[in-house]
């Protein structure tokens, strides 16, 4: 069973740090391309950012200069570095991997997780 379990959110106030990570069971994810999106109340599923097998990273402009995207491929997990927070920065943050980047990029992905919540207070 293909699992992606993402672990780390949580409430913090708008300024802070915060570190997403996301582990892969299941299955290898080797040659996959990994992302994380994110879902506000009432708002449809944004990409965030992804990186490829291959370390090319993609990130969505809101983030740009904030959130760091890394991966550890031996231990099959992916993270999210958040800093400088804002209040618009709060949903749920998915995790998601792909045989390709660009797919991901389009908001797509062939596994997901369930998500963990995170919430800026202002």
Do not use: H
């Not at 990994?34 to 708002?43: D, E, L, S, V, Y």
């Not at 231990?75 to 958040?82: E, G, I, S």
């Not at 389009?106 to 997780?113: C, R, V």
């Amino acid at each position: 069973q293909v699992q992606l379990r993402e672990s780390g959110g949580g409430l913090v106030q708008a300024g802070d740090s915060l570190r997403l990570s996301c582990a892969a069971s299941g299955r290898t994810f080797r040659r996959y391309a990994m992302g994380w999106f994110r879902q506000a109340p009432g708002k449809e599923r944004d990409f965030v950012a992804a990186i490829s097998w291959g370390d090319r990273l993609s990130y969505a402009d809101s983030v740009k200069g904030r959130f760091t995207i890394s991966r550890d491929k031996a231990k099959n997990t992916v993270a999210l570095q958040m800093n400088s927070v804002k209040p618009e920065d709060t949903a749920v943050y998915y995790c998601a991997a792909d045989p390709t980047i660009e797919r991901l990029q389009l908001n797509l992905g062939a596994y997901w997780g369930q998500g963990t919540q995170v919430t800026v207070s202002s």
